[in-house]
């Protein structure tokens, strides 16, 4: 739904601010305003009062009015680059989250981000907690096939039987043969 001339007159921002934010946008079917912008991550991002801020947050604020505190900006069309004022609702996290799951965006089966780009994940040695190497992954499991106990390879890797326990059974280091 395009702002109209009536609704930029009570507007928080200003004219010229206006201007700006709209040349940022392009109307799409279904009513979204879709920002044209910088983006940081998913959303879009608008240089305001000196800083980068999200910019359907900046859009609630332009033409709404500021979000009250402890609420954050959600959209009710589920496409993170709408500003449209009319798809934005103030509310909390836990509201988000429960919208999300109703929707079904939430990303489970072959839509996690692990499937969709496992070149992304810190895995293994990558990982910043690593305390074992692929080898000694590769040594642990072999040596527990032999018949050595979680408490001995734990002991022997300086690690927790639980972890031994973990990596034997395939919980954890799965990509490793």
Not at 28 to 38: K, N, Q, S, Y
Not at 127 to 144: N, P, S, Y
Not at 150 to 158: D, E, S
Request: net charge positive.
């Amino acid at each position: 739904m395009p702002i109209t001339s009536q609704q930029v007159g009570g507007m928080i921002g200003g004219q010229q601010l206006i201007r700006r934010f709209m040349s940022k946008v392009r109307p799409e079917e279904g009513g979204c305003l879709v920002w044209t912008g910088r983006k940081r991550g998913p959303y879009g991002a608008f240089w305001y009062q000196g800083k980068f801020m999200a910019a359907h947050k900046a859009s609630h604020l332009l033409f709404v009015g500021p979000v009250p505190e402890g609420l954050q900006v959600n959209h009710t069309c589920d496409n993170p680059v709408c500003v449209n004022p009319a798809h934005l609702l103030a509310g909390t996290q836990l509201e988000n989250r429960r919208q999300c799951v109703l929707r079904g965006r939430t990303a489970t089966g072959d839509r996690n981000g692990s499937r969709l780009w496992p070149q992304c994940l810190r895995r293994g040695e990558r990982h910043g907690r690593a305390k074992l190497t692929k080898q000694a992954v590769i040594d642990i499991r072999q040596e527990a096939k032999e018949g050595a106990q979680l408490l001995v390879l734990a002991h022997k890797y300086g690690v927790s039987d639980v972890l031994i326990g973990l990596i034997v059974h395939r919980r954890i280091w799965k990509h490793v043969a």
